[in-house]
């Protein structure tokens, strides 16, 4: 099974940027739709954009289109999550997840990282 790690979480005031990487254990990973997944304090997990294979399909939700961008480099096994304008309602833990269709629903993904903490505040 695909293992994957998230990283580049941390803590940045409001209109900052980060970006998040999504690295996994195996060349595999080409083969797979690669999706964000984020949750809030007090929330529900909810799927914010994903990437199918070879990149050649995008998607993002309302919430951040236009302020994020995914993208993939399947030589270094990674995804990643370039994330500007950031607000306070950004704040939540990160997740990626590998799945083999292109949809916002977790039981699609069969495989996840532990997440990383995005924390926007000034």
């Known amino acids: 099974q695909l293992q994957l790690m998230e990283s580049g979480g941390g803590f940045v005031q409001p209109g900052g940027s980060l970006t998040l990487s999504c690295t996994a254990s195996?060349?595999?990973?080409?083969?797979?739709?690669i999706a964000w997944f984020r949750q809030a304090p007090g929330k529900e997990r909810e799927g914010i954009s994903f990437i199918t294979m070879g990149g050649s399909m995008k998607n993002y939700v309302d919430s951040v289109k236009g302020r994020f961008i995914i993208s993939r480099d399947d030589t270094k096994n990674t995804v990643y999550l370039q994330m500007s304008r950031l607000n306070v309602e950004d704040t939540a833990v990160y997740y990626c997840?590998?799945?083999?269709?292109?949809?916002?629903?977790?039981?699609?993904?069969?495989?996840w990282g532990v997440g990383t903490q995005v924390t926007v505040s000034s």
């Open positions: 997840a590998a799945g083999r269709s292109p949809i916002f629903i977790e039981k699609g993904y069969e495989s």
């Open positions: 195996m060349s595999a990973m080409k083969n797979y739709v």
